[in-house]
Antibody
């Protein structure tokens, strides 16, 4: 059974950075891409970007370009999401999720999710 | 403002059938990308409910069904149960001049009366 276990809650000051980890087990880490999705309090889901560990290449949502960095360490089956220049609007639960991608069929979805990491940005 | 549009809330009595709509555009659902649905119980992570427009992962009851037509999709829940009370999100992929990526609906809160 695939499991994604994320790091614990964080409290950060405006202008600082946060790095959240997502450790995978029970599957072949390198074969699947990992995405990061966030959910502000009382709000919907928002895709931030993703990475294919075997290639090490990440792609980002336009909204977060330049402010988010997604990396992966195949040796520990762990993906990371670092968000910089934090502001109060970045207060949210951040989820990692495993992507299922079938480009030819136009199928892109998430089959497993981490438990979420609450990041609070406050002065 | 979400790329996919869902009603903010729906409700139904136990045993009834409800549907949740998800409307997109020519750059996502209308472009042929499949629609997927997630159920989010209070305080928990989203869980895959329907993938590939109408397929249920193992363990999801057949009371849940999905469909897609044109630029829209729907999730139907029949035989409503109290445990179905949750937020439901549709998701697809969007490819436009401004970029490509995974997109979600704003979510629909289902209340079981």
């Amino acid at each position: 059974q695939v499991q994604l276990v994320q790091s614990g809650a964080e409290v950060k000051k405006p202008g600082s950075s946060v790095k959240v980890s997502c450790k995978a087990s029970g599957g072949t880490f390198s074969s699947y891409a990992i995405s990061w999705v966030r959910q502000a309090p009382g709000q919907g889901l928002e895709w931030m970007g993703g990475i294919i560990p075997i290639f090490g290449t990440a792609n980002y949502a336009q909204k977060f370009q330049g402010r988010v960095t997604i990396t992966a360490d195949e040796s520990t089956s762990t993906a990371y999401m670092e968000l910089s220049s934090l502001r109060s609007e970045d207060t949210a639960v951040y989820y990692c999720a495993r992507e299922v991608t079938m480009i030819a069929e136009g199928i892109y979805y998430f089959d497993y999710w981490g438990q979420g990491t609450l990041v609070t940005v406050s002065s | 403002q979400s790329v996919l549009t869902q009603p903010p809330s729906v409700s139904g009595a136990p045993g009834q059938r409800v549907t949740i709509s998800c409307t997109g555009s020519s750059s996502n659902i209308g472009a042929g990308y499949d629609v997927h649905w997630y159920q989010q119980l209070p305080g928990t992570a989203p869980k895959l409910l329907i993938y590939g427009n109408s397929n249920r992962p193992s363990g999801v009851p057949d009371r849940f069904s999905g469909s897609k037509s044109g630029t829209s999709a729907s999730l139907a829940i029949s035989g409503l149960q109290a445990e179905d009370e949750a937020d439901y999100y549709c998701q697809s992929y969007d490819s436009s001049l401004s970029g490509s990526g995974w997109v979600f609906g704003g979510g629909t809160k289902l209340t079981v009366l």
